[in-house]
């Protein structure tokens, strides 16, 4: 099942604006994203590697959900319906 996510698709545009700029180098707004792709992941695995050592998988798993829960509460609060299609999760 394909997953739609609004930041990745922000990200996505926000690369494809600062290409079609005519003084821009291509190659470096391609390598620009591609380091804060691998920076973006590489904190996120030392990020849950820390926390795995002082909280178990399963209560990970429920703070985890728990998260994901308040942020389509508040989405649907505001009346955001759209972008909680595009949050949703699997």
Do not use: H
């Amino acid at each position: 099942m394909r997953q739609f996510s609004l930041p990745n698709w922000v990200t996505k545009l926000a690369t494809m604006l600062f290409a079609s700029g005519k003084d821009v180098s291509k190659l470096t707004v391609f390598v620009g994203a591609s380091l804060a792709l691998i920076v973006a992941s590489g904190v996120g695995v030392l990020a849950g590697s820390f926390i795995s050592q002082y909280i178990n998988e399963k209560q990970l798993q429920y703070v985890a959900g728990a998260g994901f829960f308040d942020v389509k509460m508040s989405l649907i609060g505001r009346g955001r319906v759209a972008q909680l299609v595009a949050f949703r999760c699997v």
